[in-house]
């Protein structure tokens, strides 16, 4: 005879309650096909609202064609972050990723709001990359907290062809996250120089939400020009000019192009034969840098 106790039914679901969970059987294993497919659609479909939103925001910021083809938005996005830094000897005064972002801004119109901590920023220099002085509105803030205080009030004022901060040290997601978000907010474009002491420092490999990272190195002149053959070091100043991050799609490149002239345009690097223009050399670094 059975004496066991039987269990009860299970009780009916209440009305507005979760449903059960989906049996083991029924879910989607790492390396299924159809998840990657969702994985995929999703990824689209953000990519379509960013380039939309992109659309709103305003035209891209030319840079010159061989690297605005590069970029998702064909140039940099209006109203977003996007970070600059130098490269080897130059990473902690990052004179070339200041004149990099001057010449950006030199062809936009409005006024640009120039951030430092210290009172070190070189006027007839950004001048020379075509961003008057007249134009810029100097705040030295004293400390790196306040450069980001100062970054995000200059973000919300409108009428700002830009607003740029030199920030040494580190730059958390948090706070290159609010910067992003008053940036989208006003439509202005905002540039983080970034710099240190150290060339290798890894405060500056650290994720951030700047839409795109740079980092800029300075080259040797071209050989000398044809009118003054005896006379070496004449020629246009030339950078290694290297994209590490871009959101939405843009692989890690580097380009060859001559520095910013007076009206804030990139050049291309010209043949060592005739001195005629020449396509930018470009070069697709693998995951190694190299």
Not at 81 to 92: S, V
Not at 276 to 289: E, K, N
Request: hydrophobic share 45%.
């Amino acid at each position: 005879m059975d004496l066991s106790i039987p269990s009860p039914p299970a009780a009916p679901p209440r009305p507005g309650s979760a449903p059960a969970a989906c049996p083991s059987s029924g879910s989607l294993p790492a390396g299924n096909p159809v998840a990657g497919n969702l994985v995929a659609t999703l990824r689209a479909r953000i990519a379509r609202m960013e380039h939309a939103t992109a659309r709103l925001r305003g035209p891209a910021l030319m840079l010159c064609p061989s690297i605005d083809a590069a970029l998702p938005g064909g140039g940099l996005l209006p109203g977003a972050l996007h970070e600059a830094a130098g490269a080897g000897p130059d990473t902690e005064h990052g004179a070339a990723a200041a004149l990099f972002v001057a010449g950006i801004l030199a062809r936009q119109r409005g006024s640009v709001l120039w951030v430092v901590e210290h009172a070190d920023l070189f006027a007839p220099g950004l001048a020379a990359a075509g961003l008057h002085p007249d134009r810029v509105i100097y705040a030295e803030a004293g400390k790196p907290d306040a450069v980001l205080q100062a970054m995000e009030e200059g973000l919300r004022q409108p009428g700002l062809a830009g607003v740029v901060g030199e920030i040494g040290g580190r730059l958390t997601l948090t706070a290159s996250r609010r910067l992003q978000l008053a940036a989208e907010t006003s439509g202005t474009v905002a540039f983080a120089l970034r710099r240190s002491r150290k060339h290798d420092d890894p405060a500056l490999a650290e994720p951030s939400a700047a839409v795109t990272s740079w980092r800029i190195a300075a080259l040797p002149s071209p050989p000398p020009l044809p009118h003054a053959p005896d006379t070496p070091g004449l020629g246009r100043q030339c950078w290694r000019l290297e994209l590490v991050r871009c959101r939405g799609g843009g692989r890690k490149t580097s380009w060859i192009v001559e520095a910013c002239d007076a009206t804030g345009y990139l050049g291309l690097v010209a043949d060592i034969g005739d001195g005629s223009a020449a396509p930018a050399r470009q070069f697709s670094l693998g995951a190694s840098g190299g």
